[in-house]
């Protein structure tokens, strides 16, 4: 006795209906076409996406100046000795900077601070030992951004800094000038911890009363560029 399966039966049964040209009216068959109906759609599935970053023209920017900051070290190696007397009395020194992104042509600038016209660097500072992090880090923003003469209060002083994410952090595990974005492995008491801070800028009529140079990076992801 030979045997056949179910789906070899039901196809000898379609190819029958399909020769006689007319379907049995107690087979079921929807004729309608399914693109007619609306598609099924999933629930959410965009959690933990990052923020889109806007950023405006510089031309939305008003650049005052003010006189030379002066380095507070002569040299790197001074520089190096005031870390340690730092950490010897307060311990790991923490050091915040501040990223401020516009675009000039459609292409993303960092602003940066210039140094005894040959050295750039990024607003901020180290944080004072009793200072907490945040509100430190803004005291240190007015201090290299106020107009002259505010005494880094009233006017031009900007309380509502807008802090964002953190985009980098860098240890110093001993006093030398290598930072690494890591502790290394037989590193137990670093010596400075520096935080490079994403700055959100406002629109416009936002005060810079400094002399800035632009600096022009690459295309970061997640950034649009937005006009006025």
């Known amino acids: 006795m030979s045997t056949i399966t179910a789906t070899a039966l039901q196809t000898v049964r379609f190819s029958c209906y399909h020769v006689s040209g007319s379907w049995p009216s107690n087979i079921g068959f929807n004729t309608h076409n399914k693109q007619s109906y609306p598609p099924v759609l999933p629930k959410s599935f965009n959690g933990n996406q ?14 005052g100046t003010k006189e030379t900051q002066p380095e ?74 106020a107009p002259v003469g505010t005494q880094f209060s009233g006017e031009g002083v900007n309380e509502d800094w807008e802090i964002a994410d953190t985009l980098a952090q860098w240890w110093r595990p001993n006093f030398e000038t290598f930072m690494y974005p890591f502790i290394p492995a037989h590193v137990t008491r670093p010596k400075e911890c520096k935080k490079l801070y994403f700055i959100q800028l406002p629109r416009q009529s936002m005060l810079l009363p400094f002399t800035s140079k632009i600096k022009s990076c690459g295309n970061p992801a997640n950034i649009s560029n937005r006009g006025s």
């Open 72 to 145: 507070e070290d002569p040299s790197v190696l001074a520089r190096l000795q005031r870390l340690q007397e730092h950490y010897e009395q307060y311990g790991m020194r923490r050091t915040c900077e501040g990223i401020l992104v516009c675009h000039e042509h459609n292409h993303p600038h960092i602003l940066m601070l210039q140094i005894a016209n040959a050295f750039f660097k990024l607003p901020g500072d180290y944080l004072k030992p009793e200072d907490e992090e945040i509100s430190g880090f803004k005291e240190r923003l007015n201090e290299r951004l």
């Open 50 to 63: 990052p923020k889109t970053i806007r950023l405006f023209p510089l031309s939305n920017y008003t650049f």
